[in-house]
């Protein structure tokens, strides 16, 4: 069946530090990933997001990394600072109707 | 200006009651969903439609009854209220029906508890 995985439910890291979240997904199917932040009482919020003909993408101070191989995504945040403290989520789509979340990974940045 | 915008806020009702959920989207996307978030941050989608038209049912209940006037919005309502009812609700769009390269923009969530 359709799932998305997280290898770390918890993350914790020093202000400054790059932060590295993973995530597994077992649809081959999906050829379009996308990384979520949600801060205590919001919704999900758009990170970055890449398509199955990329391995690599970079936004500002994220990098998301896939390697359809083993499908395996991650989201690399560069000198992770405080206000990056959320819930992170990853998502998948094949070219359906819907977006599968993944089960979050909580990332707690230490000052 | 806010994008994707859902009321109320926090619901708290009796088993058995029927509540409403409202969404309103002005981003002007044509796809809006309702995804149900539980205690342990799980999200599932449960409904979506396309212009008006239902294209997602995920073997939600049938108590639970969407209804979109309009694509700039999506209510839910919920009939006869029970305890494992008790979750986050996220109003979503998108620009496209098929969400490939469209990613979902969230409202801010109606946390919802059945007492």
């Known amino acids: 069946g359709e799932s998305v995985g997280l290898h770390l439910p918890t993350l914790s890291v020093q202000e400054g530090d790059n932060s590295i979240i993973n995530c597994a997904y077992s649809n081959s199917a999906s050829d379009y990933f996308i990384w979520y932040k949600q801060e205590s009482g919001k919704g999900p919020q758009f990170i970055i997001d890449i398509r199955s003909n990329m391995d690599k993408r970079q936004g500002q101070r994220v990098t998301v990394l896939l390697n359809k191989t083993v499908k395996h995504l991650s989201l690399q945040i560069a000198a992770t600072q405080p206000g990056d403290s959320a819930v992170y989520f990853c998502?998948?789509?094949?070219?359906?109707?819907?977006?599968?979340f993944g089960a979050g990974t909580r990332l707690f940045v230490k000052a | 200006d806010t994008a994707v915008s859902q009321t109320p806020k926090y619901l708290v009702t009796q088993m058995g009651n029927d509540k409403s959920i409202k969404c309103e989207q002005n981003?002007?996307?044509?796809?809006m969903y309702w995804y149900k978030q539980d205690s342990k941050k799980f999200l599932k989608i449960m409904f979506s439609?396309?212009?008006?038209?239902?294209?997602i049912n995920e073997t939600v209940p049938n108590r639970f009854s969407p209804k979109s006037p309009d694509k700039a919005h999506l209510n839910l309502h919920i009939n006869s209220l029970e305890l494992g009812d008790s979750a986050v609700y996220f109003c979503a769009s998108s620009q496209q029906a098929v969400s490939y390269n469209s990613p979902l923009h969230f409202g801010n969530g109606t946390r919802l508890t059945v007492t």
């Open positions: 998502a998948e789509n094949d070219r359906g109707f819907k977006t599968i």
């Open positions: 439609y396309n212009n008006k038209e239902l294209i």
């Open positions: 981003l002007g996307h044509d796809t």
